[in-house]
């Protein structure tokens, strides 16, 4: 008895021990396999971006906005100047025709924020210069809003008000003798960094704290914040208003473009397609900043590849329930959105590269829209 018992045990151990090992291997060849996925070479770059079946994107709409575009309207009669802010890595994309044409009675000045991250360069601001020039906009700014390493704030905050000032002065509809100060109100699509623009007009002008509520994710600002003091010489307030994006998206790469600088939720459009784009993108504008970031050879045109090395690197896998011929089993599978939104993370925060999206020496056809 005793013999067959330390047979037995050894027996297990030998088949212990061979289950290790033949799992280790195949983890082994499983995960190198997968991680030195071959990237392609640069000739085999996607020359257009193939959007599949997917001919809409999800509609964000949601109740706020809409009530909003109301609260705004209300409103209108009393304000003095608007300021629109827009993403500058979008300065085409991102605007909103139906906004635009809701306010267009106002003075107006249009204000490119996030300009730290598009960096554009001279020619760039120079095509942008002639497509505003050819709408009639000659009152545009560049502003950074966040603050420095130092807790400063950019310079670019402080050319606002007296711009506005000026803008407000020079149109012949002012006349407010009598009125408690200038009102403005600050619009815009989602997450282009209108209240943290409210905020930083407060910290310069008057030495203030925070106001106005600022996130990371689009539909921080949900309904109008009334009469926000930003200035007291002169005596300047501003309404701080939800993003309003256009019930019907212009096109699937303005929509694309939009979700990629986080302005539509990202489950409206899914992350792997957006992060899909993304790669386009920076194959497409020679950003490739992403192989060192990821530490790939070579560049890479095929998501699926970048996906599964950036999961597998990351140890991040999915329970799948699968059917085989005995029942039902479950496989770890990379996990594909993980390693999309870490991509779209990466992206937003600047670590692949800070550039303009938008083609600016493209046609970009301004659409008549009824916002009604
Ligand atoms: N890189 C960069 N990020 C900015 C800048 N201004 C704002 N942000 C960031 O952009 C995000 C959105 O800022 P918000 O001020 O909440 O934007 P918003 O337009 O008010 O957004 P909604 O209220 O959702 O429409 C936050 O994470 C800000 O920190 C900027 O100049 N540069
Ligand atoms: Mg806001």
């Known amino acids: ?65 809409g009530k909003g575009l109301r609260q705004m309207r209300a409103v209108l009669r009393k304000i003095d100047c608007v300021i629109e802010v827009h993403d500058c890595r979008i300065p085409m994309s991102g605007r909103n025709p139906a906004l635009q044409m809701s306010l ?24 942008l210069h002639d497509r505003l020039r050819t709408e009639g906009v000659l009152d545009y700014l560049f502003t950074n809003c966040l603050p420095g ?24 509809r002012y006349d407010r003798e009598g009125e408690a100060g200038i009102e403005m109100m600050i619009v815009g699509v989602p997450n282009v960094g209108k209240s ?43 309404h701080d208003t939800p993003g309003i994006l256009e019930p019907k998206l212009k096109d699937l790469h303005s929509g694309m473009k939009l979700s990629l600088c986080n302005t539509i939720k990202d489950h409206l459009v899914g992350p792997a397609m957006i992060a ?8 497409q504008k020679k950003q490739f900043k992403y192989m060192e970031k990821y530490g790939f050879q070579e560049p890479c045109d095929d998501i699926h590849k970048v996906l599964l090395n950036l999961a597998i690197k990351a140890k991040k896998y999915q329970n799948r329930k699968v059917l085989t011929g ?47």
């Open 1 to 65: 008895m005793q013999v067959f018992l330390d047979r037995l045990s050894r027996s297990s151990i030998i088949l212990i021990v061979y289950i290790m090992f033949y799992y280790a291997i195949k983890y082994y060849i499983v995960s190198h396999s997968l991680i030195d996925v071959d990237l392609i070479d640069m000739g085999a770059m996607r020359e257009s971006f193939d959007f599949g079946t997917k001919k809409m994107l999800g509609h964000w709409f949601p109740r706020h906005m």
């Open 149 to 172: 390493d130092n807790g400063e704030l950019d310079a670019s905050v402080s050319e606002v008000i007296p711009r506005c000032v000026e803008i407000i002065n020079r149109d012949e």
């Open 326 to 372: 005995t029942g039902s089993q479950v496989i770890k599978i990379p996990d594909y959105n993980y390693a999309a939104n870490l991509m779209l993370a990466d992206f937003r925060e600047g670590l692949l590269g800070k550039f303009i999206i938008d083609d600016l020496d493209e046609s970009y056809d301004s659409i008549d829209y009824d916002w009604q």
């Open 276 to 283: 899909d784009y993304l790669l386009f993108t920076l194959n």
């Open 196 to 238: 943290s623009l409210i905020n930083a007009l407060r910290r310069t002008h008057l030495q203030k704290g925070k106001a106005a509520a600022v996130g990371r994710s689009p539909g921080q600002t949900r309904s109008l914040m009334y009469k926000i003091k930003v200035c007291e010489k002169p005596l300047i307030y501003l």
């Open 104 to 127: 267009s009675a106002k003075p107006k000045l249009l204000v490119f924020n996030k300009v730290d991250s598009a960096q554009p360069t001279d020619k760039e601001l120079e095509l």
